[in-house]
């Protein structure tokens, strides 16, 4: 097992209901190796990805995905002083989605940091997730993608503040790991605030 990867605090297998969603989190190309700001074996978290969105696919639930959608000149470049280099473009190559990543056509997509001006980790900051989630029903969220200890932990913790049951999927997820051990300290930082871990593997149609 992957350091990025810690055991599960839950074990057994999680029956996918009515009420659920599964969230990718930007598994975009400009976070996957050879991208202008690669995770660590950010390509990792597509086979796990991919086994539960054909399981959702299986329960007709809603799937979504967000995505960085940044402008050139935007804020969290260090162009600008920003911590990044310039990345996920809006319309460029750097920005779509992982080609291996099989979200189907049903996907509802969440573009997010589209405002030179201001980021965004969260898929909740200043998108319409909530409101789509609140008008589809969903109650509880399974999420993965990158990175854990970043754009992932933000939505985890929208989520979470927003009231739902968040499931973070451990074997879909990976880190920047700008210090290391980032990556764990958020997942335990998640779990902390009532997230459980779990892995793809557990999920049942």
């Known amino acids: 097992m992957s350091s990025h990867e810690p055991e599960p605090a839950a074990t057994g297998a999680i029956r996918l209901l009515p009420g659920d969603a599964l969230i990718a989190v930007d598994v975009q190309n400009d976070f996957l190796p050879g991208g202008s700001l690669a995770v660590p074996e950010g390509d ?25 959608w940044h402008t050139p000149d935007h804020c969290s470049f260090k162009a ?16 779509g989605f992982a080609a291996a990543l099989q979200l189907p056509a049903s996907t509802h ?4 940091g589209s405002s030179a001006d201001r980021d965004a980790y969260s898929g909740f900051d200043g998108t319409e997730l909530a409101g789509t989630l609140a008008a589809l029903g969903v109650r509880r969220l399974f999420i993965g993608g990158l990175a854990t200890d970043y754009c992932v932990e933000a939505t985890v913790s929208d989520a979470l503040a927003h009231g739902y049951a968040v499931l973070v999927l451990t074997d879909a ?4 790991d700008v210090r290391p051990g980032d990556g764990e300290r958020a997942l335990e930082r998640m779990r902390q605030r009532g997230a459980r871990l779990c892995r793809s593997t557990q999920l049942r149609a």
Do not use: E, Q, Y
């Open 173 to 176: 997820v990976r880190a920047v």
């Open 44 to 68: 990792a978290v597509i086979p796990a990805l991919n086994r539960a969105l054909a399981l959702f696919g299986r329960c007709d639930l809603p799937v979504f995905a967000t995505r960085d």
């Open 109 to 112: 997509i969440v573009s997010k």
């Open 80 to 95: 600008r002083n920003g911590p990044w280099p310039p990345h996920c473009v809006a319309g460029t190559a750097g920005a």
